[in-house]
């Protein structure tokens, strides 16, 4: 599951909708809808509104802008960028970026966030990131998230890539252990699903899928490098957020996440 965003048009606001079927506006969220806490007495009101929120005006479901932020790692990974370049430059980002699948960026507050970005993407001095590369080729696949403690793959093993190499956590131990770890690795797919990890001096085969198994073929050989980043490492986040703060400025309203 990721993250979405949307802002809403003015059509309600500009008198150009359906007439709405009772008391409605936005809320302390930044949501628009039915003003009255619901009940069951009011149930069929909330519907009402509801109905007229995906079909009141030309805009689906009232959206001047609806956008896909993309996944929760990507989010984070952003986030984790902006404290390492210097946290104390975007206070407005790291205070309204989503930790969960709500929340708003306030009109009032979306000029911060583009002086912000413009500071991101023309001065910010990125740190270097830990990344797990395909050797063969140089791609990378998945990179340190603190947040996530390293760990990229969750399950009976949870997998991670963090300052001292790749990790394999087998959950099942009591307390949970760590069976293997390399800078350097193979994995080969054995016979019966398993999959076999060999670096670093150690042999481990485990019951779980290859890394990187949504490629045609998974890699053979992986290792952990340090490589510089830049604020076009972003681009695209920072572009989804720029066209969000456009509509927002346009409408008056909030950016909404979900």
């Known amino acids: 599951m990721g993250v979405q965003a949307y802002v809403y048009c003015r059509c309600w606001q500009d008198g150009l909708a359906v007439p709405p079927v009772g008391p409605v506006g936005f809320d302390e969220d930044g949501r628009l809808g039915f003003l009255e806490p619901w009940d069951r007495s009011n149930a069929d009101q909330h519907g009402d509104v509801q109905h007229w929120l ?19 790692a990507g989010v984070r990974y952003f986030q984790q960028a902006l404290r390492e370049a210097d946290g104390s430059a975007f206070p407005t980002l790291l205070s309204y970026l989503p930790q969960t699948n709500d929340g708003w960026i306030p009109a ?16 910010a001095r990125l740190s270097d990131e830990i990344v797990l590369v395909d050797e063969a080729t140089g791609d ?3 990179s340190y998230l603190k947040s996530y403690r390293g760990v990229f793959a969750w399950g009976h093993y949870n997998l991670g890539v963090g300052p001292d190499g790749f990790f394999v956590v087998d959950n099942r131990a009591e307390p949970p252990a760590t069976v293997f770890r390399a800078r350097r690795f193979e994995q080969r797919v054995l016979p019966g699903g398993e ?5 670093d001096g150690q042999t481990v085969r485990l019951a779980t899928t290859p890394i990187a198994n949504y490629l045609p073929v998974p890699p053979q050989r992986l290792t952990v490098q340090v490589r510089s980043r830049t604020a076009a490492d972003f681009a695209r986040m920072v572009g989804t957020l720029r066209r969000l703060c456009a509509a927002s400025l346009a409408t008056g309203n909030p950016v909404n996440w979900v």
């Open 195 to 199: 999959l076999e990890l060999t670096g």
């Open 54 to 72: 995906e079909h009141g005006c030309p805009h689906k479901n009232m959206q001047f802008l609806s956008e896909e932020i993309g996944a929760w």
């Open 140 to 142: 990378a696949f998945y």
């Open 108 to 123: 009032a507050e979306v000029p911060a966030v583009l002086a912000e970005l413009d500071h991101f993407e023309h001065r």
